[in-house]
């Protein structure tokens, strides 16, 4: 069994940024401390893509990154720079073709139907004898060219076993969430499982990659059989999940992987410095300056509605049809279903856990519910099955990408798995939270997928100490600007203070993209030309507006949030991941912002940016230095600023301290005589370079200098 990683740097491929120019990092990221490069999908993908996740071949190395002979060239570079890979897999699903080279496998399931060799290869609906492919958007006839149907910029085997039917129609197949360009795989069959991880086992088996990724388990038919399968093969090689926790769910306990890709961690590390008394104002003001007339459950339970309407027609059908139910009640518990995913087996007793989830959310439907919500614990296999495979896509839709645009009081709370609800965690319920996190699990702060950059949620998290200056800020903004739609304009205000300076064009991008995911207005689906135009001119108006002036105000404030949640998130157990970019200050706001392309090495461009390097370096050093499995122990400050200051020690090896809600703190004196109680030892300041530390010592003191202090003990 190789060891786990002790931490991680996420890079994203693209075609003009592949192997030999990750490569060239190589120094800077040993010396930045770091253990393993962590790489986005590495398989043969749609040409072009800049994620990856459209996997059309799986038997080769993406070609535009430099194919196998340049991951090997990068993996000897990288090691000889004691540095190791850890990639991302994508095991759920694979693209659509446009032309046969794009999915030559579904491909020839077209062509020849059952009869293809690869016809257990994707999980399709037979239903009338052909896979109903959803691509028609107007009146153009397709047409015929030799042995190719073609619409538009679509191919298809002329003849073939599948139909075309209307874009806004379900396909005859799982896919991933609602987007029908991806067709859901079928690795619970063995074959199927090791024709689509060839390449990615000969790489373990080598010795070219040290840890997986794995992509949205929850699409997959069996997660934990998979896991098992995964773990055997490669002889319990790291391997963390894509799995998102809501409230107090954990990952199930039969899953061999070693813990979550962090959005659990990241989400309570976020509340950790949000002020609980700034809730009501916050969430007065949004009903005010919005017109929303919901609550966040209100909110998520109509999106998720929505969207089961809207998107998740045919995966309805498919399942009534299983089940022999009522369409209606199908539809009814999906919407009710609080987590994404509750993990029965068939065969199995389902866990009690997962009965009393389903049968809570059977309570809040019509009594027509009930009957299915027992077949989707105790009943046939595609039953169980495929209901376990559509509540993720229900919530994802329904949570993340509709009401987190809809409801947002205080917007560094809606994040992938976030309860925007849930303002504050106090310093108790974290330590308890963080004693309990597997040892080898990977902790984040920013994705690929995170809604907004760890910097811009540190900047919104000094608006719930500052409500009442806020509020007057934006009134006065609004005042100025006008509005169109009051609703979205207000997450536009928050967004755009948080991630200034950020040009027009790329706060009308994030706009866009928001009023298309709320659809309220707009959509994907329906777009409105005329108010699409409207929020590029609000945006252009918006950035004119002195905004900058009010996150100059806040900015200290800020950069001890920023700093605090790297300095938690870097030292807690776990393998921490830094994401590309943000060992420096990164405002990024959701994809594709988020995935622009990053200078290096990071220079620093002022005292925000020299503190975070200098605390991401260290404390990355640090950690190769002392056991990942060290105790993680709560440290209590003494006096009246002591709520003031999250603390803990990592066995006898390192103490980090933080400081949380500093607009309060620094409004009630500072931290006057309030003290830390250090363990026994003699502990040096890794990001001042002072004079050591024993015993009781002021914070006044240790944090004259950063709002942070990383402590390592000399005498070990």
Known sequence: MSRPPISTYRVQLTPDFGFAQVAELAPY?????????????????????????????????REEFGGLKGLRELAETLAAHDLAIVLDIVPNHMTVPVPESGNAALWSVLRDGPASPYASWFDIDWNGGKVAMPVLGDATEPRVDGPVLRYHDHEFPHPGHYRLVDWRQGPGYRRFFDVSSL??????????????????????????????????PDGLADPAGYLARLRRRTGGLWTVVEKILVGEERLPGDWACDGTTGYEVLNRITRLFVDPAGERPLVELFHELTGWPDGCRDTMIRAKRE???????????????????DPAAVAELLVAMPVYRT??????????EAVEIVRRAAATCSPAVRPFAEQ?????????????????????????????YRWFPLACLNEVGGEPDHFALDPAAFHAFCGELPPHTMTTLSTHDTKRSEDVRARLAVLSELPDEWAEAVRGWSAQVGSGDPHLDYLGWQNLMAAWPISAERLADYLL??????????????PDPAYEAALRE??????????????????????????????????????????????????????????????????????WDEAKL????????LRRRFEAVLPYTPLAAEGAAAEHALAFARGRRAVAVATRLPVRLARNGGWGATSLRLPPGTWHDLLTGGTPYTGKIPLAHLLHRYPVALLENHDL
């Open 29 to 61: 990221l040993r010396d930045l401390g770091v253990s393993h490069v962590y790489l986005s999908p590495v398989l043969q993908a749609t040409p072009g893509s800049r994620h990856g996740y459209d996997v059309t071949d799986h038997s080769r190395v």
């Open 183 to 216: 067709i859901g795989l079928r690795v619970e069959d063995p074959a199927v499982f090791l024709a689509t991880h060839e390449v990615i086992l000969w790489l373990v088996d080598e010795g070219l990659v040290e840890g997986l990724r794995v992509d949205h």
């Open 307 to 325: 969207v089961v309407e809207l998107f998740f027609q045919s995966e309805v059908s498919r399942l009534a049809r299983a089940a022999g139910a």
């Open 343 to 352: 993990y029965v087996v068939p065969g199995h007793e389902p866990p009690p």
């Open 376 to 404: 989707v614990l105790y009943g046939d296999a595609e039953t169980i099955t495929r209901f376990q495979q559509t509540t993720g896509p229900v919530m994802a839709k329904g949570v993340e990408d509709t009401a987190l």
């Open 513 to 526: 993209k928001a009023a298309r995911e709320a659809k309220t207005r707009t959509s994907w689906v329906k």
């Open 538 to 607: 609000f945006a252009a108006r918006a950035v004119e507006l002195p905004v900058g002036e009010f996150t100059a105000r806040i900015d200290a404030h800020a950069m001890a949030n920023s700093l605090g949640q790297k300095l938690v998130q870097l030292m807690l157990p776990g393998v921490p991941d830094v994401y590309q970019g943000n060992e420096t200050t990164d405002f990024s706001l959701v994809d594709p912002d988020n995935r622009r392309p990053v200078g290096y090495p990071r220079t620093p461009a002022g005292e």
């Open 614 to 621: 200098l605390l991401t370096t260290q404390a990355l050093r």
